[in-house]
Each structure stands twice: as structure tokens, then as C-alpha cells.
């Protein structure tokens, strides 16, 4: 799924892609209703600023020829951003 934004056009997600992706799996990895309800607060909180640095960090890594990038598949979600949440 291509970025319909020309700026963005060159990478395999939007930010806005990016971001509902990471929340998905983020909130698809509780194993009870209070891990929900506490993987909901934690995005409630100031994590912007984290998921828009972990998808500038991707679309680098992605323009780079000498790297091979996962970052936009569910694998590298797991590996990076949700990880990241879940370490908060």
C-alpha cells in the first residue's frame, strides 16, 4: 500500500499508516482486559512524539540502498515501535 501523499510517496506507508499500525499491534498484544486498558492509557499519553521519531527513523533507513529495511512490515513493527511501548 503505496503513500497517496507526494511527499511521502516514496515510502511504503504514510505516517498516518504508520501510526494506526503500530497501534494496532500494540493494543492487539494485551492478554487481559486491564493490560488493555493500560496499553490505551499509555497511548493516551505524550507518545506521538515517539511513534512520528521511530517513522522518520524508518523512512531513513528505507532510502538507504545499503540497508535492507523491514521497518514497515508487521515484523519490524513488532521489533521496534511496539516493543518500545511496551518497554514504557
Given at each position: 500500500?503505496?503513500?497517496k501523499?507526494?511527499?511521502?510517496s516514496k ?8 501510526e494506526?499500525?503500530?497501534?494496532e499491534?500494540?493494543?492487539d ?7 488493555l486498558?493500560?496499553?490505551?492509557y ?6 506521538d ?9 524508518a ?19 513488532l521489533?521496534?515501535p ?7
Amino acid at each position: 500500500m503505496k503513500s497517496k501523499n507526494d511527499k511521502e510517496s516514496k515510502y511504503p506507508m504514510t505516517y498516518k499508516e504508520f501510526e494506526k499500525r503500530v497501534t494496532e499491534l500494540f493494543l492487539d498484544r494485551a492478554d487481559s482486559p486491564s493490560d488493555l486498558e493500560f496499553r490505551q492509557y499509555i497511548l493516551n499519553k505524550e507518545v506521538d512524539d515517539l511513534i512520528e521519531c521511530e517513522y522518520k527513523s524508518a523512512c531513513s533507513d528505507y532510502v538507504n540502498p545499503n540497508y535492507h529495511s523491514n521497518q514497515f512490515t508487521d515484523e519490524g513493527l513488532l521489533m521496534q515501535p511496539v516493543r518500545i511501548l511496551e518497554m514504557i
